[in-house]
């Protein structure tokens, strides 16, 4: 079946702007997830969404960031005022959100690299 | 979540065995071992998990000793393909927040 899309795959922007992110999860997943990879680095947990609402947003550096779930399938990651320090690569995932075992297995998207000049 | 320590990189030949061992001294008593692979340009993908002694699937081996301080993951017969980065992870029932560290940077060449 078809995996965790998300567009667009790359985004080049100038610092100061606006810009969104998109995540489709597996269908029928609850949970979905935000995470954001530096070079070099490991993916690093931003916010996790149970349904359509924000169970965990800790992960959110700062104000500038905002994620929305409206309809508990498709995730919009919001970042305003961009800054150099945003570019990273942004990865959604999703997993059945049924806590059937640990790590409810979570199954991530190619990404969306993000660029701010 | 527990913290882990695993090597940097490792190389490998087409056909080797590769094993990497995972260090979680701090592990605890309900908690899972998983491991991910990413490749170049791609997301995480889960390749196995374990609790205690053997997990064995299509992709790798699990071996975990009876003080669980430590893992190993083993991936027979490597290919080009295996090329990757492997995360090791611990953590229980409800910790969604993967905590992925640098992982191990997996080289095979010919």
């Known amino acids: 079946g078809a995996g965790v899309s998300q567009t667009p795959s790359n985004k080049v922007t100038e610092k100061g702007k606006y810009v969104e992110l998109r995540c489709d999860p597996i269908?029928?997943?609850?949970?979905l997830y935000w995470y954001r990879q530096s070079l070099g680095q490991g993916p690093e947990f931003l916010i996790y969404f149970q349904g359509t609402g924000a169970a965990d947003d800790s992960g959110l550096p700062n104000d500038r960031f905002f994620a929305v779930r409206p309809e508990g399938s498709v995730s919009t990651l919001k970042i305003q005022r961009t800054e150099r320090g945003d570019s990273a690569v942004y990865l959604c995932?999703?997993?059945?959100?049924?806590?059937?075992?640990?790590?409810?297995?979570?199954?991530f998207g190619p990404g969306t690299r993000l660029t701010v000049l | 979540l527990a913290k882990t320590t695993q090597p940097i990189s490792m190389d490998s030949y087409e056909g080797q065995e590769v094993n990497i061992t995972c260090s979680h001294n701090n592990i605890a008593t309900n908690d899972y071992i998983t491991w991910y692979q990413q490749f170049p340009s791609q997301g995480p993908r889960f390749i196995i998990q374990g609790y205690k002694t053997k997990v064995t699937n299509e992709v790798a081996s699990l071996f975990i000793p009876a003080d669980r301080k430590s893992s190993t993951l083993s991936l027979p017969r490597v290919s080009l393909s295996d090329t990757a980065v492997y995360y090791c992870?611990?953590?229980?029932?409800?910790?969604?927040?993967?905590?992925f560290g640098a992982g191990t940077t997996v080289t095979v060449r010919a």
């Open positions: 269908s029928g997943h609850t949970a």
């Open positions: 995932a999703s997993s059945p959100g049924d806590s059937g075992g640990p790590f409810d297995t979570q199954y």
């Open positions: 992870l611990v953590g229980g029932f409800n910790d969604y927040k993967l905590s």
